[in-house]
């Protein structure tokens, strides 16, 4: 099992543009969670993903939005990029039972010119 | 509002030395808590949490509701303990694990030889 993946690992875009970002939960887990990690901050949570929809939602505008897949896999979508989303983007697996550890991926990179 | 706060950035301990890391809560229910590690080049881990009462790598956390506190100790600092450290919070909730974590900032443990 390779856990969590993430894709692509880094991206560039321009102020305006959208920009999808996609995740693969570890085998097993049915629950998607995203967070934005901006440089020297902890991570900050977006958004999290069980069946398909969305189940709890941080403090982050509706240009912020997702998608969960019957295969729990997941994607973050972000229309009108701004510089300040310039950050690391996370996904956590983990399963919807009570004391399920949140296992995170890699990341990806994203800078916005 | 759920607060997570590491007032620390920074921590330099020689080898061998004992290791304390600072994380204070804020939380009006009833917390769970975890410290997550960062080695370099690698992705965010869970460390410990709070109600597995466990020791991972040396390293232990007290739950102190009284001081709203949850610091990560070691009595002897590896060098292979260099790393980013963060403490998380999340919500005991009824519909069970997987609830959004609120990360403090981290604290960079560096250990010298």
């Known amino acids: 099992d390779a856990g969590v993946t993430q894709s692509p690992t880094h991206l560039i875009k321009t102020r305006g543009q959208q920009v999808t970002l996609r995740c693969s939960p570890k085998s097993g887990h049915d629950t998607v969670s995203w967070y934005q990690q901006a440089l020297g901050q902890g991570p900050q949570f977006i958004f999290q993903?069980?069946?398909?929809?969305?189940?709890q939602r941080g403090n982050f505008p509706d240009r912020f939005s997702g998608h969960q897949f019957p295969n729990y896999s997941s994607e973050l979508n972000v229309n009108a990029l701004l510089l300040g989303d310039s950050a690391l983007y996370l996904c956590?697996?983990?399963?919807?039972?009570?004391?399920?550890?949140?296992?995170f991926g890699p990341g990806t990179r994203l800078l916005v010119l | 509002a759920q607060r997570v706060t590491q007032p620390e950035k920074l921590l330099s301990v020689f080898k061998g030395a004992p290791v304390e890391l600072k994380c204070n809560y804020s939380?009006?229910?009833?917390?769970?808590l975890f410290w997550y590690v960062q080695y370099s080049r690698q992705r965010l881990q869970l460390l410990l949490r709070h109600i597995s009462r466990e020791s991972i790598k040396g390293f232990t956390a007290d739950l102190n509701k009284g001081e709203t506190s949850f610091h990560l100790k070691k009595p002897f600092a590896q060098e292979e303990d260099s790393a980013m450290y963060y403490c998380?919070?999340?919500?005991?909730?009824?519909?069970?694990?997987?609830?959004?974590?609120?990360f403090g900032t981290g604290t960079q443990l560096k250990v010298e030889l």
């Open positions: 993903y069980y069946e398909e929809e969305e189940r």
């Open positions: 939380y009006s229910g009833s917390p769970e």
């Open positions: 956590a697996s983990s399963a919807l039972r009570p004391q399920e550890t949140q296992y």
């Open positions: 998380a919070l999340s919500g005991l909730g009824l519909t069970g694990g997987g609830n959004k974590l609120t």
